[in-house]
């Protein structure tokens, strides 16, 4: 039979056929979208127990496969045909949750797939002409191509704008509930919980983390984030940490560690070996672990105080907060001129600037720290306590004064020096050696 068709009577018939197989199938629409949500939710595995996406994405499915036998069978130009509204708003909704873009696509694909397979067999059973049955499985195949292009570009972008606009929402949203709780002003705590993402009511331990490098960029705060979630594997956190971004290159955290801290380790070693395995310029402060809603604010702001130490003191690359003299170290922080004048009065010429005399400081230090003893000084430096007893010495002949004069004033100079660095020696004194 097909041999007595011309080509455009094959193209014409095949046409037909395709509209008269839309036709048909259009009539089973209900059958065909319960049967095409059923293989796309099986196939996507993120969709799972959440009954507002699923039947959202039973409703696109099927007003998708309603749109397509339209075009089909109307013939409709590709260029003119929108997402239907099920599938626009199935598109939003999984972009409010987080829900992958990945899992949109697949979910065009699979339909794809599983309607052309319909459709093809639907010819193969109606047109006895294997020639006309071939060209409009032809034309069924260009035709679901060209649609699942055009819609699933339209649904992406949608997905994509939606997501933009409901980050920023729920940040503002955030940033406003975070002023409040960090303020202390009052609040609702279950709607802060809620708005926040994350707990009061348990332990929390918070991190100011940053990176030294002036050029930040979305992938730095990823690395960031990337390194708070191993920091919170470290200390057997209790759930995901919260992660808030300042800037584009430093971003305030709390880590969960649950209503108890039974079973919860704080290995400051291994998360000074997780920062360094990021490389040289992620910098990280620590608070110390506090309770509840209280809590969560505290160990923010002991976090920042041990930011300010280490921001000005740039090789320091971890630092918590109960370190000793950090908590000393941030309040001198504040005003670093008044503390270069303590500096600068309390050690004399101990407080020049080089390799010499700074080991000299620290020698001192150690010294003070352990009571004035050379033995037990010794074992803290492993040095032997001659040793000790000989830096000590010359640290106070550079001091040009003893020991016991104004000793309050020079253990606060020598901590300052050892965590702020340079950055409170006497500017003069730095000048000079530049």
Known sequence: MSGQLSPEQVRHKAAARVAEVARAMGSE????????????????????????????????????????????QHDIPIDEVRPPSAATEYAHRLAQRAISANALLRAYRVGQNAVLDWVVAEVARNEPDREVAFAAAQILQTMSFAYVDRVAEQVVAEYESERERWLANRNTVRSAMLTRVLSGRDYDLAAAESALGYLLRQHHLAMVIWT??????????????SLVGAIGESVDASGQALFLPQDRSLAWCWIPLGRTLDGHRFDLDAIRRLVEATGPSIRVALGRTHAAATGFRTTHQEALRAHAVAAIASDIRVVTFDEPGVQICSILARDLESTRSLVASALGGLADDDENTAQLRDTLLTFLQAKSSYVAAAEVTHLHKNTVKYRVDKALDARGRPLDDDRLNLELALTACQW???????????QARA
């Open 29 to 72: 629409l209900p059958r065909l979208g319960s049967a095409l949500h059923a293989e796309i939710a099986d196939a996507i595995p993120e969709l799972r127990g959440d009954d507002v996406i699923l039947e959202l994405l039973r409703a696109s499915s099927e007003s998708n496969v309603e749109t397509f036998l339209h075009v089909a």
């Open 212 to 225: 030294a490098e002036d050029d930040g960029v979305p992938s730095e705060l990823r690395r960031l984030e």
């Open 420 to 430: 702020l660095g340079t950055g409170v020696l006497p500017r003069t004194v730095r």
